[in-house]
């Protein structure tokens, strides 16, 4: 089955120190991916996506994500979280229009 | 604002009752999706249309529900007969879509829905 797993449900972070929130996809085929995030009364938006033109794709507000295949993962990263970071979070992959499967989401939160 | 809206951003409603939510696109926007987001879940698809053509559908969609896009711009999701179980946020979203390049899909604010 193609699906994506987020391995943490809630990470917590001091504001100023790394963020790495983990996902990853099982595909026979490489996939497509995104990252989108979800702040409270706000809608999803897309913070990145890979599309296999460079395993390092960098998003706004210093998001960055680096596909490894061997590993089968997606890994979401920043290096320095800052207050207004705090969201939810999903890891998406889209083989195709129709077939839209989104993570079920890690909520980061940072501490001052 | 040229993003995608929705309306009603909430709704309460009684089981049984018919509720219809309302998805307004970026305009250029050819595609146009709808999913459904529980607490605490990732968003679920459940269809998606190609200018006015609906071209697929989830399981999760029963046969209450009814989506259309009768000129392709705007969009209409219809609940019938609504069931607790109902109760979700639902997401619209908008793509262009272009032969060869993934698009990116840019998503409203969600209309929150409450079966009593």
């Known amino acids: 089955a193609q699906s994506v797993t987020q391995l943490d449900s809630h990470v917590s972070v001091s504001e100023g120190t790394p963020v790495l929130l983990r996902c990853n996809y099982s595909?026979?085929?490489?996939?497509?991916l995104f990252w989108y995030v979800q702040h409270p009364n706000k809608g999803l938006q897309l913070l990145l996506k890979?599309?296999?033109?460079?395993?390092l794709v960098k998003g706004i507000n210093g998001f960055e994500a680096e596909f490894k295949k061997s590993e089968t993962s997606f890994h979401l990263t920043k290096p320095s979280a800052h207050m207004s970071d705090a969201a939810e979070y999903f890891c998406v992959r889209a083989p195709r229009a129709s077939k839209i499967i989104f993570g079920s989401g890690t909520r980061l939160s940072i501490r001052p | 604002d040229t993003g995608v809206s929705q309306n009603p951003r909430h709704k309460i409603t009684k089981r049984g009752q018919n509720v219809t939510f309302r998805c307004d696109p970026i305009s250029e926007h050819n595609r146009l999706y709808w999913y459904r987001q529980t607490l605490g879940q990732g968003p679920e698809f459940l269809t998606y249309?190609?200018?006015?053509?609906?071209?697929?559908k989830s399981r999760l969609l029963s046969d209450r529900f009814s989506a259309e896009r009768p000129k392709g711009s705007f969009s209409t999701l219809e609940i019938q007969r609504t069931e607790q179980g109902d109760s979700a946020m639902y997401l619209c979203a908008s793509s262009l879509e272009t032969s060869g390049s993934l698009e990116t899909q840019y998503f409203g604010p969600g209309t929150r829905l409450l079966v009593l």
């Open positions: 890979y599309t296999s033109a460079a395993t």
């Open positions: 249309f190609q200018n006015e053509a609906q071209l697929e």
């Open positions: 595909s026979s085929y490489s996939p497509s």
